[in-house]
């Protein structure tokens, strides 16, 4: 039995992510039963094609190479998050992300994606790469789910608002190829999410455009919204910095119990954590609480801190 988690931070934790991907080798009997790494998903700061969160900072093709090596070295692929809404043409040419697709182009690595004008240009350009139906796109109707499942995707991610509506997830013909994210911290059937989504793209198509302009200086995304009121959408989210313990509070958050007793034996194997711009501490716990048998988890916590400590791994100490 699988049971593939998909984990959060290429870049922002790709460190912390090694280690815990050494720790699931090293001690097994630490863990629930069947679990694997699937891959480690998010991007390279800037990349203007990323979605689903703002990621900013620079990452140079040093950086790049040795995040790729590590991981697919590991046999664990490495899935882009390619989800920004807001894509145009003109953006397809940016020279940064073809240049990530191009390094990364083995046939191990994964796209998830979202624009039709970027899957598209993705498949015809770049077709090694496996392609995932991103969470963003909202599909809550049950027969456009089954309709996307058939598509042409080696992974479809389940909405979260889905996840305890067992009799649309029951009528899934091929489950195997179906994502569940876990712990959202999104409220349920948000009003705003896919707005939400559409804001971050723009911000994170102004970030990259500034960054390759003004590197030496600080991107104003207050400032941006303000000159810009077209794309900004007034609400206020206080979802994204949720912690296990509170996104455990949310209608639509799966257990590990409900994980190994109702979604594998219905034929699910595949499952996101999300926490791509969560404190590192934030994530530590999630893992734990997903991965770990119960009775380990404190043993395997002060394990994975100390190896993070003697390996300066930052992200963790800070």
């Known amino acids: 039995m699988s049971v593939r988690f998909h984990l959060p931070g290429l870049s922002s934790h790709f460190r912390f992510n ?12 630490f863990f629930r039963e069947g679990v694997e790494i699937a891959s480690v998903y998010g991007t390279f700061p800037p990349a203007l094609w990323n979605g689903g969160r703002t990621q900013q900072g620079i990452c140079d093709k040093r950086f790049i190479k040795t995040v790729l090596s590590s991981l697919n070295s590991r046999g664990i692929p490495a899935r882009f998050t390619f989800t920004n809404p807001m894509i145009e043409k003109k ?18 690595n994964e796209c998830i994606v979202m624009s039709p004008i970027l899957e598209d240009y993705i498949r015809n350009n770049f077709p090694k790469y496996k392609l995932t139906s991103s969470t963003c796109k909202r599909i809550t109707d049950a027969e456009k789910l089954y309709e996307e499942v058939g598509k042409d995707y080696h992974i479809v991610v389940i909405d979260y608002d889905l996840n305890h509506e067992f009799d649309v997830l029951e009528g899934i013909p091929n489950k195997e190829k179906c994502e569940l ?42 400032r941006f919204f303000r000159e810009h009121p077209e794309s900004s959408y007034e609400f206020e989210c206080r979802c994204m910095n949720r912690t296990i313990f509170e996104a455990q509070k949310l209608k639509n958050h799966i257990t590990p119990d409900e994980i190994w007793e109702k979604y594998v034996p219905m034929g699910f194997s595949q499952f996101k954590i999300e926490g791509r711009t969560l404190s590192v501490f934030n994530l530590l716990e999630t893992y734990l609480y997903y991965m770990a048998k119960p009775e380990y988890k404190d043993e395997l916590r002060l394990k994975i801190l100390e190896v993070c400590a003697k390996n300066e791994v930052i992200e963790v100490l800070e």
């Open 91 to 108: 953006h397809l040419s940016d020279k940064f992300c073809n240049m990530i697709l191009s390094m990364a182009d083995n046939g191990l």
């Open 181 to 222: 994210l876990v712990n959202a911290c999104c409220n349920p059937q948000c009003e705003h999410r896919s707005h939400h989504y559409e804001t971050l793209g723009l911000e994170q198509i102004a970030y990259a455009n500034h960054v390759r302009k003004y590197p030496d200086t600080p991107f104003d995304a207050d």
């Open 18 to 29: 090694l280690v815990f991907a050494e720790m699931l080798k090293a001690y097994p009997q």
